[in-house]
């Protein structure tokens, strides 16, 4: 069945809550990276980032998207993280006041490489030269205005 408004195949967009229990899931991470509380030398060396979490419509389940700075390997990063899941989720737990606390699941968020990479393709010398225009268009056309 189809929901006023919302065509068929089409993903439904997060709710307010997904939004907003997502965001507190990501501080409560976050908070625990940067204070140093997760002992694990991999994600310590890393220095392992929380750029956004994505939350189910049940709140049941969250992917956590992480980044490994300074060049840390991400496959690495995911499994460190996945491997302390089950703390995390207990810290979680204790920190947001939810019903149920959410199953963990990271994955490497690459949005910052396609980014570096669109920028290194803006910035060629082939997408340069084409970017340049004539000064006065009537100058191609061969007519004067």
Do not use: C
Request: glycine share 6%.
């Amino acid at each position: 069945m189809v929901q006023h408004g919302q065509s068929q195949g089409q993903p439904r967009a997060p709710s307010q809550r997904q939004l907003r229990v997502g965001e507190l899931v990501r501080h409560v991470l976050a908070e625990i990276l940067a204070r140093g509380e997760l002992i694990d030398d991999e994600v310590t060396r890393m220095m392992v980032t929380v750029p956004e979490v994505r939350v189910s419509p049940d709140l049941r389940n969250a992917t956590v998207y992480i980044t490994p700075l300074g060049g840390g390997d991400p496959k690495l990063a995911e499994k460190a993280m996945t491997r302390n899941s089950r703390w995390l989720r207990g810290q979680v737990a204790h920190r947001v006041n939810l019903k149920f606390a959410p199953e963990l699941v990271f994955r490497y968020d690459d949005r910052f490489d396609e980014t570096a990479h669109i920028d290194a393709l803006l910035h060629s010398p082939d997408v340069a030269r084409d970017l340049e225009a004539p000064a006065d268009s009537s100058e191609v056309d061969g007519k004067d205005e």
